[in-house]
C-alpha cells in the first residue's frame, strides 16, 4: 500500500510539467519506455533488498517517465510486450491518475485548449456560480452595502445591492398590529431578530439563543467554559517551586554582587580622565553678539482678555506747579493738614507754587504712590463688563405691513362745506348711507356719504353743540343738541312703514303715564298728524346751562340716550320708550367730560378731567376707576366687544385700556404734535382712528384675538391730512361708516370729509 501511495504522489507531481510540455514525438516512445522499465526494476530489486534492513536514498524522479502505473498486482512477466500495449498501459495510468486528482482537488476539473492569440495550450476552468461554489461566508446576505447607516435608504424603495449590482428590494412589513398577530399564531416568533441589512427578521441559531439564555441568567456566555474546573497547582511539585514569583518586590541590596568587568571599565575611563585623554564637556561660554527674541510673535491665548486696569485720576488745578491763588493752603490750613492722620487727609500733599517749570522739586510720594497703585490692581478684584451690542433695529417691533392689513381709508373722496364755520359734530346713519353734521352757526346739514349731495337743511338759533343717529334700523331719526333742548328730527324721504314706526316711537297716540318722582326735564311732542321734516317732533327742555350738551350719546338698544352738559349735574340718562329723564349721580368727584354705554354689559362709563369709573347700572355700584395719567380727558371710546376703551387727551396722549386687565393703560400712544379731539373704534373693522389740533387723522389697525394671553395687535396704518389748522384749531370729531371702511371727518375749517379706501 505504502508503494502504491507513493506511486499516486509522483504522478501528480510529475501531472503538472506533463500537461505545460508540448506532446511528445512517437519516434521517442521505444527509448522512454526503455528507461522506465528499467527503473522499475532498479525499484524492485531495492524492494528485494530492503528486506535485509538496509536504507537507501530516494530515486530521483524523472520528469519525462509518465509509466508507471497501479497494476502492482499483475504479474512481471508482462515486461516483453509490444510498444502497442504499453502505450494502452500508458493511457490508462494516466486516466487512474486523473480520477484520483479529482478526488483530492476541490476545484472543478480544468480543460486544455488551444488558444486562438498564442497558439499555446491553456487551462479553461468553468465559470464559477456563487449561489451553489463559493464558500464565501457571506453568500446568506445579498445585500452587499457593507457597514454603512441604514437609514440612507430610509426614503428608497430599495434597501442594497446584491453582489450583480441589482437593488435589492424592501421586504414588505406589515403594521403593529400584524406584528402582534403574528407573535399570537407562531409561538416562535420570539426568537428572531430584526436585520438591519435586510430590513426583516431572521431566526436566531440554537447558540445565538443559548447566548442571550445565558446573559439573561448572567452567566458565562461562552457554553464550554467550566466554573468548576480543577486547580492548577502551580507551586507544587518538584521544579515547580519558583516558576512564577510570589512577589514583584526588587532584589535587595544585600544580593548584588558588584561586577569586575565594570570596575576595570570605571578605572580605565579615571585614568583617561587623569591623564587627559578625555575632556569633559567644556562649559557654554556667553556669545559677544546680542540675542533679540520675538515677543510679538507669541500665539494669542486661548483664555479671555484680562479686564483692563483703571484709569488713575487726572491731575487738576491743585497738582500744578502754578496753581490759582485760591487753591493755596493758608497757614491755618497747612497746620491742621499736618495735624492730621495721613489715612484722614484729604489729599496727599498740598499745593506749592513756582515760578518756574524747572524749580519745581521730585515728588516725594511718587515711589509710594506707584506702588500702592500697583497693590491696588494686583489685589482689588476686576470684572469685565462685556458691552452688548444690540442692533437698534432689532428693538423695533416686528409688525405687519399696513399692504397686508387693508382695506382701510387713504385717500379723501369727496368734501362738504360749511361755509367757513367751525363743525363739532357729525354723525353717521346705521345704515351707512347719511351723515348729519352741524356747525356753531346752528346749520344742520343732511348729506349723502356716496355723492356728499345735501337732501335737507335745518336752521337754529344757537350753535349745534352734538348730534346723534339712533342706532335702531327699523326706525330713523337723530337728536340735536342746541342751547337747553334736544331736537328730535325725523329726515325725509323715509319708505312708508319706517316712517309710520318712527312717529310711533317719538309721538305715540297714547302717551304713558308720567313718572312717580318727575324730573326737571320737559318732554314736547308733535302729533304725528302734524308733524313734518322741517321742524322737530319732539324736544326735551333740559336745565339751564352756560354751554349746549357737548355729547349725546346712545344705548345699543336704541332706547336710551345720554347728554353732558357742563355744570354739576350735567349728566342726564332719557329712556324714549316711557318718556322719562333721569340724572344717575346726585354728586359727581369733578367735572364731567364724557359719558358710554357698554355695549354688551349694564356697565355705565364716566370720564371726568382725569379718571375714568366704571359703574354697574343694574347694582348701582362702583365698579373700578382707570387712571389714564392724562392731565385733561378729551375723548372717549369703548371697543365693540367691550373688553377694551380708548382715552385721548389734550395732553397728546392716547391709552389703550385692557379692562381685564389692569386700571392702568395697557399702551400709550404719542402719535399727535397736539391735542388729540376725537377717538373712535370700527363698528365692524379692526380699525380705530384719532384726530388732532395738529390737522391729521392717524389710522390704526387694533385687532383683538379671542385668546386672553395674546394681546392687542396695534399698527399704525395711516396719516390722513386735508384739513386746516384755524386758529389754532384742527379736527374736531371723527366718525366711520358702519358697513364700509370709510371715515367721516369734520374741522375747524368748515370742511366735512369722507376718507375712503
Keep these: 500500500m505504502a508503494a502504491a501511495e507513493a506511486k499516486k504522489l509522483s504522478k501528480k507531481r510529475k501531472a503538472a510539467p506533463e500537461e505545460e510540455a508540448p506532446a511528445p514525438q512517437p519516434s521517442a516512445f521505444p527509448q522512454e519506455v526503455g528507461l522506465e522499465m528499467g527503473s522499475e526494476d532498479e525499484g524492485e530489486e531495492g524492494g528485494d533488498e530492503s528486506d535485509d534492513g ?315 504712590e506707584r506702588f500702592n497703585r500697583q497693590l491696588d490692581l494686583y489685589l482689588a478684584p476686576r470684572v469685565q463688563r462685556v458691552k452688548l451690542q444690540i442692533d437698534p433695529e432689532s428693538l423695533i417691533p416686528k409688525l405687519p405691513s399696513p399692504s397686508s392689513l387693508r382695506p382701510f381709508p387713504m385717500y379723501k373722496s369727496l368734501q362738504v362745506p360749511h361755509d367757513e364755520v367751525r363743525v363739532r359734530a357729525i354723525s353717521v346713519s346705521p345704515d351707512g348711507a347719511w351723515v348729519v353734521s352741524g356747525d356753531e352757526s346752528g346749520v344742520v346739514r343732511l348729506w349723502e356719504v356716496i355723492v356728499g349731495k345735501e337732501v335737507k337743511r335745518w336752521k337754529f338759533k344757537s350753535k349745534v353743540g352734538a348730534v346723534e343717529w339712533c342706532p335702531r334700523t327699523d326706525v330713523s331719526f337723530f337728536v340735536v343738541a342746541v342751547e337747553d333742548h334736544l331736537h328730535f328730527i325725523i329726515p325725509p324721504n323715509l319708505p312708508g312703514p319706517v316712517l309710520t314706526a318712527t312717529q310711533n316711537v317719538l309721538a305715540p297716540a297714547n302717551l304713558p303715564p308720567p313718572p312717580a318722582n318727575p324730573s326737571p326735564v320737559k318732554w314736547n311732542s308733535v302729533p304725528a298728524a302734524q308733524s313734518s321734516s322741517d321742524s322737530p317732533i319732539l324736544t326735551l327742555n333740559l336745565p339751564s346751562s352756560p354751554e349746549p350738551p357737548k355729547q349725546l350719546v346712545w344705548h345699543r338698544k336704541g332706547d336710551y340716550v345720554a347728554s353732558v352738559s357742563e355744570g354739576q349735574g350735567g349728566v342726564w340718562i332719557h329712556q324714549v320708550s316711557r318718556r322719562h329723564s333721569q340724572a344717575p349721580f346726585k354728586k359727581v368727584k369733578g367735572a364731567v367730560q364724557l359719558v358710554l354705554f357698554h355695549p354688551t354689559k349694564p356697565h355705565f362709563f364716566v370720564a371726568t378731567q382725569r379718571y375714568v369709573r366704571m359703574y354697574n347700572l343694574a347694582e348701582q355700584t362702583l365698579l373700578k376707576t382707570l387712571t389714564p395719567g392724562i392731565r385733561w380727558i378729551s375723548s372717549m371710546d369703548v371697543h365693540p366687544s367691550g373688553d377694551h376703551l380708548l382715552v385721548g387727551g389734550y395732553d397728546r396722549k392716547l391709552c389703550w385700556f385692557d379692562l381685564e386687565l389692569s386700571d392702568k393703560p395697557y399702551k400709550i400712544l404719542r402719535y399727535h404734535s397736539r391735542a388729540l379731539r376725537s377717538v373712535a373704534f370700527h363698528p365692524t373693522y379692526p380699525l380705530f382712528a384719532s384726530s388732532s389740533d395738529d390737522g391729521s387723522i392717524q389710522v390704526f389697525h387694533a385687532r383683538v384675538y379671542n385668546d386672553l394671553m395674546t394681546n392687542p395687535l396695534i399698527v399704525p396704518l395711516k396719516i390722513l391730512r386735508g384739513h386746516a389748522v384755524r386758529d389754532g384749531l384742527g379736527v374736531f370729531s371723527v366718525r366711520w361708516v358702519p358697513r364700509q371702511p370709510w371715515l367721516v371727518s369734520a374741522g375747524a375749517d368748515g370742511q366735512v370729509a369722507v376718507w375712503c379706501s
Design 54 to 368: 538496509e536504507v537507501e536514498d530516494f530515486p530521483e524522479i524523472d520528469a519525462r517517465s509518465d509509466t508507471e502505473d497501479e497494476d502492482a498486482d499483475e504479474d512481471e512477466d508482462d515486461e516483453s510486450e509490444d510498444e502497442d500495449e504499453v502505450d494502452g498501459e500508458e493511457d490508462e495510468s494516466e486516466d487512474e491518475s486523473d480520477a484520483s486528482d479529482d478526488s483530492l482537488r476541490p476545484w472543478p476539473k480544468p480543460k486544455t485548449v488551444i488558444s486562438d492569440i498564442t497558439g499555446q495550450p491553456k487551462r479553461v476552468y468553468p465559470e464559477i456560480e456563487p449561489d451553489y461554489d463559493s464558500d464565501s461566508s457571506t453568500e446568506d446576505t445579498p445585500n452587499r452595502v457593507g457597514n454603512i447607516p441604514m437609514h440612507w435608504y430610509d426614503d428608497l424603495p430599495h434597501v442594497g445591492y446584491d453582489i450583480n449590482g441589482k437593488k435589492v428590494l424592501r421586504p414588505a412589513r406589515g403594521d403593529e398590529l400584524d406584528k402582534f398577530l403574528k407573535t399570537v399564531e407562531d409561538p416562535e416568533s420570539w426568537t428572531s431578530a430584526f436585520d438591519k441589512n435586510m430590513q426583516m427578521d431572521k431566526p436566531l441559531t440554537a447558540e445565538e439563543l443559548d447566548i442571550i439564555r445565558r446573559l439573561q441568567e448572567n452567566e458565562n456566555p461562552d457554553a464550554n467554559y467550566d466554573p468548576y474546573e480543577p486547580t492548577v497547582e502551580w507551586f507544587t511539585g518538584k521544579g515547580k517551586e519558583e516558576v512564577m514569583p510570589l512577589s514583584a518586590a526588587p532584589e535587595p541590596k544585600r544580593r548584588w554582587v558588584p561586577s569586575k568587568w565594570e570596575k576595570q571599565k570605571v578605572i580605565k575611563i579615571v585614568r583617561a580622565i587623569r591623564q587627559g585623554r578625555i575632556l569633559p564637556n567644556k562649559p557654554k561660554t556667553a556669545s559677544a553678539q546680542p540675542q533679540f527674541y520675538a515677543i510679538w510673535n507669541e500665539e494669542p491665548a486661548t483664555g479671555p482678555a484680562p479686564p483692563p486696569a483703571p484709569k488713575p485720576r487726572l491731575p487738576g488745578h491743585a497738582e500744578s506747579y502754578n496753581p490759582p491763588e485760591e487753591y493755596l493752603p493758608t497757614p491755618e490750613e497747612r497746620a491742621k493738614w499736618e495735624a492730621t492722620d495721613p489715612e484722614d487727609r484729604e489729599r496727599e500733599f498740598l499745593p506749592q507754587k513756582y515760578g518756574a517749570l524747572r524749580l519745581v522739586p521730585a515728588y516725594e510720594n511718587f515711589i509710594k
